[in-house]
């Protein structure tokens, strides 16, 4: 990695096994190798079935797709005051009162890969994210029509959240991540 970021200062040439010797001028030149590398099909493929534990890039990706949509209000850095949310939940709730929540995936294998999707998760303020806590669906829309940001709103015009909801999603936001990073649609 070091020596992309090197190549741009020292005006190198840099390759790769597959690649040709690329001369690197300047950062339009490193971003159009970078992209060369990896193919618009290869990021869409990949974005389609992103998923992952960390906060951080989680946090990172959904803030740029935030912004992309951006309506007025701007998401804040990661913070006390933005949490990152799980819509279906990360963990579901053991009370016997509430075992009827989620039951449509409580007890399918594919839940723990579904639940850490990009298209399960959303930046959401803080006092709502607690309060929608690890809630059925109805009642964590009913929390995200508070918020400012474009995505916990757009969630609150989906009638059921699903498997297949989490898919769709996550295509929509894998054309969005296409613009975002620079790619040709």
């Known amino acids: 990695m070091s020596k992309y970021l090197r190549a741009p200062r020292k005006k190198d040439e840099i390759s790769s096994k597959d ?9 339009d030149d490193l971003i159009a190798y970078m992209e060369s590398l990896t193919p618009e099909i290869t990021f869409r493929q990949n974005f389609l079935q992103f998923k992952t534990k ?58 723990n890969d579904y ?7 959303l930046i959401l303020e803080s006092e709502i994210n607690q309060r929608a806590s690890n809630r059925d669906f109805e009642f964590k829309k009913s ?23 989490i898919e769709e999603r996550q295509k929509d936001m894998a054309e969005d991540a296409l613009l975002i990073w620079n790619y040709e649609n």
């Not at 690649?19 to 950062?27: A, H, R």
């Not at 639940?115 to 998760?121: A, E, Q, S, V, Y």
């Not at 029509?145 to 909801?165: A, M, Q, R």
Request: charged share 30%.
């Open 19 to 27: 690649q040709p010797v690329t001369k690197i001028q300047d950062l």
């Open 115 to 121: 639940k850490f999707r990009l298209g399960n998760l």
């Open 54 to 111: 960390n906060n951080e890039l989680a946090f990172y990706l959904l803030e740029e797709l935030e912004k992309y949509k951006l309506s007025g209000v701007v998401p804040l850095d990661q913070s006390p005051s933005q949490h990152l949310e799980h819509i279906m939940p990360r963990s579901l709730s053991r009370a016997k009162n509430r075992q009827g929540e989620w039951n449509k995936v409580r007890d399918l294998e594919s839940y």
């Open 143 to 165: 929390c995200y029509v508070d918020s400012g940001l474009h995505y916990p709103i757009k969630i609150t015009e989906i009638e059921d959240w699903n498997f297949e909801k």
